[in-house]
């Protein structure tokens, strides 16, 4: 008596695998389909960048706010974002700190956000110079300001 499985190679032939060009089909699918996919992707990645600076900016001139309603004034350039983790001697008694819960984060791209009093167009300014690091620029390579 023959089992199953002998009928069935009997009836088939020997049982195969996937051939070289079958594989080679499905790799230069999968990469098409990788070409397509990543640009979008990466391009989302970018914006998310950006919207991280202008959330943290965001939190910056929140925290701002309140020192100066403590304190009566704005840190001054040379005191800059660390005023707002440790009392600088120019603010006497009325500091009431730390403003931030964590220390000043670097901006997404890893570099110091640079802060100015007075700034440009308001009493102060915070600006990330954007992925590329040079003023100006487009797209991720633009400034982010609080202004």
């Known amino acids: 008596m023959l089992s ?11 049982a195969r695998g996937f051939t070289l060009l ?3 089909v499905v790799i230069v699918i ?6 397509y996919v990543g640009p979008k992707y990466f391009s989302q990645l ?3 960048e950006v919207t991280i600076a ?3 900016i965001e939190a910056f001139e929140k925290s701002l706010d309140t020192f100066r309603l403590d304190v009566g004034r704005y840190p001054s350039t040379q005191e ?17 700190g730390p403003y931030l819960k964590k220390g000043v984060p670097p901006d997404p791209w890893g570099r110091p ?3 100015k009093a007075p700034g440009t167009k308001a009493e102060f300014e915070i600006l990330s110079l954007g992925k590329d690091g040079q ?6 390579n633009a400034d982010i300001s609080s202004q």
């Open 135 to 140: 003023p100006g620029g487009e797209g991720d």
């Open 4 to 14: 199953l499985n002998t009928v069935g190679r009997e009836k088939f032939g020997r």
């Open 30 to 35: 999968i990469g098409l389909l990788a070409a």
């Open 54 to 56: 202008k959330a943290q």
């Open 46 to 48: 970018g914006k998310s």
């Open 22 to 24: 079958e594989l080679l």
């Open 80 to 96: 800059g974002l660390g005023a707002l983790l440790n009392a600088p001697a120019t603010a006497g008694t009325k500091w009431n």
């Open 113 to 115: 956000y640079q802060y």
